[in-house]
């Protein structure tokens, strides 16, 4: 994370919070899409 924050110019911490969150989406999204996948 450390080598991510140096290369954007961004905090190790801000770079642990965008990928909270984006972790976050991808699970929501997961769920979404769920309705839409059939179960094999």
Do not use: F, T, W
């Not at 961004?10 to 919070?17: A, F, G, L, P, Y």
């Amino acid at each position: 994370l450390a080598k991510i924050g140096q290369h954007l110019n961004i905090s190790r911490e801000r770079v642990r919070q965008i990928e909270r969150e984006a972790i976050a989406k991808l699970r929501k999204r997961q769920g979404d899409m769920r309705e839409y996948i059939p179960a094999s």
